[in-house]
Nanobody, 117 residues
């Protein structure tokens, strides 16, 4: 079992920045970690992912503004969000998978990000 605990959400004005963190416990070998977000009434969508070797992928809507990183020694995932827009308002969830083909997804409890215009 993998436990994920997010932190760092909050209220920020348009153009502002936030840094989300996600601490993982229960496994020392997580293959891929990622950030997803879900706005009210909408589906949960991927924001960015990063593999254990550092390969990253981003949703087109956040490219150039958000940066995902991870500290494998600390089992911690980060999301640096710059240039925030009201459309970024959502609950942000940390995700982990232990291997590429594993059907099991682990989720954190979520952290709210609200961007005011």
């Amino acid at each position: 079992q993998v436990q994920l605990v997010e932190s760092g959400g909050g209220l920020v004005q348009t153009g502002g920045s936030l840094r989300l963190s996600c601490v993982a416990s229960g496994s020392s070998s997580i293959y891929v970690m990622g950030w997803y977000r879900q706005a009210p009434g909408k589906q949960r969508d991927v924001v960015a992912t990063i593999t254990s070797s550092g390969i990253t992928n981003y949703a087109d809507s956040v490219k150039g503004r958000f940066t995902i990183s991870r500290d494998n020694a600390k089992n911690t995932l980060y999301l640096q969000m710059n240039g925030l827009e009201p459309e970024d308002t959502a609950a942000y969830y940390c995700n982990a998978k232990l291997s590429m083909f594993s059907p099991v997804n682990y989720w954190g409890q979520g952290t709210q990000v609200t961007v005011s215009s």
